[in-house]
């Protein structure tokens, strides 16, 4: 039900913007998060979005260069990265559903496919 896309190569300090379509219109009025996990690691929380206030919380890894923002109207967030270094290589995940304190244990309610993100040095 969550439609990930936006990955790719890109060299060091470059940008990318992942984006993440509901097929169905359940995105409001869930919480959304997206999360990664590199190779040989488990699953990291990457960042988190509130439906009502759209509150935000970032892992300190990302903090000031990630941005979470959401449509509701169509159904979609997105992750835009910036100043992307080697150590943010790794499978992206949006998910939805859950509370903060949820999502920065890695869980969460809905989740979509994976999209990869290679960042060469």
């Known amino acids: 039900q969550l439609q990930a896309s936006g990955g790719g190569s890109v060299q060091a300090g470059g940008s990318l913007r992942l984006s993440c379509v509901t097929s169905v219109r359940m995105m409001s009025p869930l919480n959304v998060g997206w999360f990664r996990q590199a190779p040989g690691k488990e699953r990291q929380f990457v960042g988190f979005?509130?439906?009502?206030?759209?509150?935000?919380y970032y892992a300190d890894s990302v903090k000031g260069r990630f941005t979470i923002s959401r449509d509701n109207g169509k159904n979609t967030m997105y992750l835009q990265m910036n100043s992307l270094n080697a150590e943010d290589t790794a499978v992206y995940y949006c998910?939805?559903?859950?509370?903060?304190?949820?999502?920065?244990?890695?869980?969460?309610?809905?989740w979509g496919q994976g999209t990869q993100v290679t960042v060469s040095s």
């Open positions: 998910a939805a559903g859950g509370a903060l304190d949820r999502m920065k244990r890695g869980m969460a309610n809905y």
């Open positions: 979005r509130g439906w009502g206030s759209g509150s935000t």
